[in-house]
Structure formats: structure tokens, C-alpha cells
């Protein structure tokens, strides 16, 4: 996830003042002046939120409740039984495919050796447990800052050898896989990916060759590996206007990789400044959208913070009808201010598993089976790491592990597609 730094400042909180009535706003229901806002977004045929769906199974009952969200599952949980290795298979470009919800969780590790170690499979299996049946699995190569033009592999980018142990395990346990390779910035903490930007065209052509270099290493590792998704890009807002240079890179992978392509688009701009869309098989939003300004957040205000960004998809949808949207990140770290700063992994502050649960209690209810939304096809939970005691009671950041918002995902996982005779990729 790409480093999400604004520039706006936290500040102090202020209080709003409601001129239409009289009445005080309690402390913990301070607004929050800083927040982004989006501008409106007019579509004569948006979808309104729709009700919730009601689940074709049973909602688990967990051993206790706080408030009415499920309580935390026991961080210590029995090994799952490995599967035997399975024939590798030769990916297919089969657009069918995406009739079929993905319920992934993104799997990532900051340092070399942690995807292949013994605590990253016991990790595995605990994510299998969820339900889910996709994983993404992120490496990353840097470049030395924003106006850097060679990109290279460091020394904890993630061996091929480990890449490919953590795919070959998920498809022993018939799960798929979304590979996601990503370019940071390794001595630029003023600026995130989303800046790489150059002045003059030479510049331009020697990034997007070495940019291709890259992504094209991955296309073929994912050819070898039978990866059944590969992104072609994450959050490259600065370089995303420059359609023909992205469409013929699109090109180009296409000749090494017969999957299904994505790029992988950020939530504030990019989702609806891409125009090569029509290029990929399906639309990637990394959606850490902001929803409330508010300190606590009734589910109420979460689900009305959705309205917008679901406006915003439709349109993206209705121009690029062919392409169903899928969120190849969305997640809240269990800290106050969740629904505020989804995107600020950097920031610190006080626990909130209750919050963290709301947010997914609101996620689901705004996009899983939505009528009138059927081309949303599913997401990627942000996100799990290769340890099996991360998360819990005392945990604030993203991972849903031993946390009440991880009973919430496995209840929505576990909801069967409903009949949809006409639906098509």
C-alpha cells in the first residue's frame, strides 16, 4: 500500500457548529475540518445504495459480543492440514471467470525470506480459514526518488523462489492468486509513488523502459507460475494520463501472459483518470476512500460515506461497461479515525477494534450482491503478513486477525452468489 502522505495536517480538533438548531455536539463527535473532500460527482443513472442482502447461511454466533459486534476469535488457532502439490497450470484469459466473487485478502511482507519462513504458512492457513479464495501477493521494486528513472530490486524485495513458494502453496489449497508487483520511492520520504512525474519526453521514455523491464520480469514469472491475475501497475497517478505509453506496455505484456490483467488505480483521482481501461479484463481500485468526518462514526454515517465513491464507480463503470470493478485493496487499521484517514498507515492513535469492525460492517453492506450493482465482482482485504500471532486485542493496524472485524469477513465470505442467469464479465 502505497505511502499516503497529504498535505493536510491533523491539526487540533474543532468543533462544528450547527446553525440550524441550537444544540451542542458532544466532544467525541467533533468534525474534522482537515479531511478530504471529493468533488460531487453527477450521474443522471447512479445507483442508490440498496439495502443489505440478507446472507444464505447462517451468521456465525461468537463466544461474546461488545455492542453487538462479534468479539475476537483466539489468536491461537490448530494447523490446517497441507494439501497436496497440484499440476501447474497455464493461465487462461477466461472472462468467466469474473462472475465469480473474489473474496481475497492481500498478502504482504516487508523483508527478504518472510513469504517462504514456517510462520508464513501457518499465517496461509489461517487466511484460507476466512474463506477466502483469492490472495494478491505483493513484491515491490523501488527507485531512488521521484525523479529517479532506473527502477531496481532491493535487498528485501522478495526472491522469486519465495513468490513463487507462496503460489504453489495457495493453489494446493485451491485458492487463486492476484500478482501485484509495485514500484516505491527508497530515499524520498517528502513524496510517494503517486508523484513519479518527468518535464521533457526523454525522461518519460527512459522510466516507462525501465518500468517495462520490470513489469515485464513479473508477466513472465506469472506465465510460469500459473497466476491467474497479474496487475499491470499500483497507484501510478503521475504517469496514468499517459495513455499510449500504458497501452502499449499492456501490449507488450499481453504477448508474455495469457491471465487476466488489472491495474491496481488510487481511490482520489486515479479510478477516474485512467482512460486504458478498456485495454485490461477488469477495473482495480485500491479504495481507501475517506467516508466520515467524524471522531466516532455511527454506521449510519459510514454507509452515507459510501454514496459518493459508489457514484463516482458507476460512472467509471457506465464508460467502461465491459470491464466489471474489482477493490484490489480496501481496509481500516482497528485505530480511531478509521473512516477518516483509511489510507494513513503512518499515523498513530487509540485502538478502536469497534470501529475497524463498522467500517466492514458498512463495506459489505454497501457492495457485496448490491442489486443494481452486479459489475462489482469483489475485493482484496488490506492486509495479512506472514505471521500467525500478528493482530489481536492490542493490535491498531490493518490486519483483521483476531479482531471482531474478522468474524465480519468470514460472515460475508461465506454468502453464496445469488442467481444471475444474465450476468456477464
Not at 445507483?47 to 476469535?73: E, H, M, W, Y
Not at 520511492?185 to 523502459?209: C, K, S, V
Amino acid at each position: 500500500m502505497f505511502i499516503r502522505f497529504h498535505s493536510f495536517v491533523l491539526g487540533l480538533l474543532t468543533l462544528v457548529v450547527i446553525g440550524c438548531a441550537n444544540v451542542s455536539i458532544p466532544p467525541e463527535q467533533s468534525a474534522l475540518p482537515a479531511a478530504p473532500t471529493y468533488e460531487p460527482t453527477e450521474i443522471a443513472t447512479a445507483a442508490p445504495l440498496a439495502p443489505k442482502v440478507s446472507p444464505t447461511l447462517a451468521r456465525p454466533t461468537p463466544a461474546a459480543q461488545v455492542n453487538g459486534i462479534p468479539a475476537a476469535l483466539p489468536t491461537e488457532r490448530p494447523r490446517l492440514a497441507a494439501r497436496a502439490p497440484i499440476v501447474q497450470k497455464v493461465p487462461v484469459r477466461d472472462l468467466a471467470a469474473l462472475n465469480e466473487y473474489q473474496r481475497g485478502i492481500a498478502y504482504t511482507a516487508v523483508k527478504r525470506d518472510e513469504y517462504q519462513s514456517e510462520s508464513s504458512l501457518r499465517a496461509l492457513d489461517e487466511l484460507f480459514a476466512t474463506g477466502a479464495n483469492y490472495i494478491s501477493l505483493l513484491v515491490t521494486w523501488y527507485q531512488t526518488d521521484v525523479t529517479s528513472r532506473e527502477i531496481f530490486r532491493a535487498e528485501n524485495t522478495p526472491s522469486d523462489e519465495e513468490l513463487a513458494h507462496v503460489i504453489a502453496y495457495a493453489h494446493a489449497h485451491n485458492i487463486k492468486v492476484l500478482l501485484k508487483p509495485q514500484v516505491d520511492l527508497a530515499a524520498d520520504p517528502a513524496h510517494w509513488r503517486g508523484q513519479i512525474e518527468f518535464e521533457n519526453e526523454a525522461d518519460w521514455q527512459t522510466w516507462f523502459a525501465s518500468y517495462r523491464e520490470f513489469i515485464l520480469h513479473y508477466a513472465k514469472f506469472a506465465q510460469e507460475n500459473g497466476v491467474e491475475e497479474f496487475s499491470v501497475g499500483t497507484e501510478l497517478v503521475g504517469t496514468t494520463t499517459r495513455t499510449a505509453d500504458w497501452r502499449a506496455l499492456i501490449g507488450a505484456v499481453r504477448n508474455d501472459y495469457t491471465g487476466l490483467l488489472t491495474y491496481s488505480a488510487n481511490h482520489s483521482g486515479e479510478d477516474v483518470q485512467v482512460q486504458f481501461w478498456d485495454d485490461l479484463d477488469f477495473i482495480g481500485i485500491n479504495a481507501f476512500y475517506h467516508l466520515t468526518t467524524y471522531r466516532t462514526p455511527t454506521m449510519q454515517d459510514i454507509l452515507e460515506g459510501w454514496r459518493q465513491p459508489a457514484q463516482r464507480l458507476t460512472m467509471v463503470h457506465e464508460k467502461f461497461p465491459n470491464q466489471p470493478i474489482i477493490f484490489t485493496e480496501v481496509g481500516y487499521p482497528s485505530m480511531d479515525l478509521a473512516s477518516v484517514w483509511p489510507w494513513n498507515w503512518q499515523r498513530s492513535g487509540t485502538i478502536d477494534l469497534e470501529e475497524q469492525a463498522m467500517l466492514y460492517e458498512g463495506l459489505f453492506q454497501t457492495w457485496w450482491f448490491q442489486p443494481g450493482r452486479e459489475w462489482f465482482r469483489g475485493l482484496f482485504i488490506w492486509n495479512w503478513i506472514p505471521d500467525p500471532n500478528q493482530g489481536g486485542a492490542m493490535d491498531a493496524n490493518y490486519t483483521p486477525h483476531g479482531k471482531p472485524a474478522e468474524e465480519i469477513l468470514k460472515y460475508y465470505f461465506q454468502i453464496k452468489s445469488p442467481n444471475r442467469p444474465n450476468a456477464a464479465p
